[in-house]
């Protein structure tokens, strides 16, 4: 686990072994599996888990997410998690996710994530383009068409 991973979005501290509920589990496993550059939301991790909403997974990675790729599950609307928006932004740049710059008009001048081209549904490669088909059985699997 690098530094970057340690110092992230969640307050709390990771547990260890049989202290980690067995659906915090899950959902830091699929954060986990999120390529570089990419990004996933709460509910799509939810609804790629078929259990809980985004609140449910919003509430594990914020007690537990310090110990995955935080900064790579995200709002839906692409906005960056306050308080965390400088270090988030820092693992964006250098992970090329594609980011859209704010107006000139927004608080802060923070980019979104630009959600149709950074948005991951759990299948395939990384870098297979967005709205291409896949299978339903998870990572690795391509709908045959």
């Known amino acids: 686990m690098s530094q970057d991973q340690t110092d992230g979005g969640g307050s709390g501290t990771a547990p260890t072994g049989p202290e980690l509920p067995e659906y915090a589990e899950r959902v830091l496993d699929v954060a986990d599996l999120i390529p ?6 709460y509910g799509d991790i939810a609804e790629w888990l078929g259990e809980g909403g985004p609140r449910q997974v919003g509430r594990v990675m914020a007690l537990y997410g310090s ?77 045959h068409i």
């Open 67 to 143: 110990a995955v790729p935080w900064w790579r599950v995200v709002r839906s609307d692409g906005t960056l998690l306050p308080a965390h928006e400088l270090r988030a932004l820092d693992h964006y740049r250098a992970e090329g996710t594609p980011l859209r710059e704010a107006s000139h008009r927004a608080e802060g001048h923070i980019p979104r994530i630009d959600m149709r081209r950074a948005r991951w549904d759990g299948g395939g490669q990384a870098d297979t383009a967005p709205g291409e088909e896949r299978g339903p059985g998870g990572p690795g699997e391509k709908a």
């Open 36 to 41: 570089p550059g990419r990004v996933m939301t």
